[in-house]
């Protein structure tokens, strides 16, 4: 069964501030692999969506990478604003279903 | 709205109680999901409709669960006879694509069912 790790479960930061969010998973036979923000009490929203093909997608302050060789991600926010402040899930598609991370928590304070 | 929709937004049921749940998708949206999602956690996966078809329900933790999406548009989730471990968001997504993993998911705003 894939496993999806996230790390670290939470980080604060400033405001201002560059950070970076890993993701492991243990099978790299992926379709692709998904970054998606949740705020408190809401449905995920998506942020960027990675073929297995592609190395990195970029929307805006965002960056992910794709590893698939290694089973990595990192999603890079550029300049955190508190708005920014939510939970990132990782998740990987090895068919119809999608197998989530746990999560990091992030804060960003002003 | 041009979102996924669900109702109810909340959910208290005594426990033996049956339950359903109610996800409308983007209009014309092929793919359809249902998520478990504890506190805590990441979303599970439980059942995926192509239309009206349901091609995966390996996810669904018990035969208490059902899914229905007879016309390929809304989509039903049902639980008989509620346990408290059934408590939990209930998320359900859909995406354009028919080959669900070639677009990106869009997901409700859940039902968080409390089974007392």
């Known amino acids: 069964k894939q496993e999806v790790t996230q790390i670290p479960a939470a980080l604060s930061v400033p405001e201002g501030e560059n950070l970076v969010l890993n993701c492991s998973f243990t099978?790299?036979?992926?379709?692709?692999l998904q970054w998606f923000r949740q705020d408190p009490g809401k449905g995920l929203t998506s942020l960027l969506l990675i073929q297995s093909s592609q190395r990195e997608q970029t929307s805006g302050r965002l960056n992910a990478s794709l590893d698939k060789s290694s089973g990595r991600s990192t999603l890079y926010i550029a300049a955190s604003q508190p708005g920014d402040s939510a939970t990132y899930l990782c998740a990987v598609s090895s068919g119809y279903a999608l197998n989530f991370g746990k999560g990091t928590s992030l804060l960003v304070t002003p | 709205g041009a979102g996924v929709s669900q109702s109810p937004r909340y959910k208290v049921a005594k426990r033996g109680q049956d339950v359903a749940l109610r996800c409308d998708p983007i209009?014309?949206?092929?793919?359809l999901f249902w998520y478990q999602q504890a506190l805590g956690q990441g979303p599970e996966f439980l059942t995926y409709?192509?239309?009206?078809?349901?091609?995966?329900k390996s996810g669904l933790p018990s035969d208490r669960f059902f899914a229905e999406r007879p016309e390929g548009s809304v989509s039903t989730l049902k639980i008989q006879r509620t346990q408290q471990e059934d408590s939990a968001v209930y998320l359900c997504?859909?995406?354009?694509?028919?080959?669900?993993?070639?677009?990106?998911?869009?997901f409700g705003n859940g039902t968080r069912l409390t089974v007392t």
């Open positions: 099978d790299s036979a992926i379709y692709n």
């Open positions: 209009s014309g949206h092929v793919s």
């Open positions: 409709f192509q239309n009206e078809a349901q091609l995966d």
């Open positions: 997504a859909s995406s354009l694509s028919g080959l669900s993993y070639n677009s990106p998911l869009h």
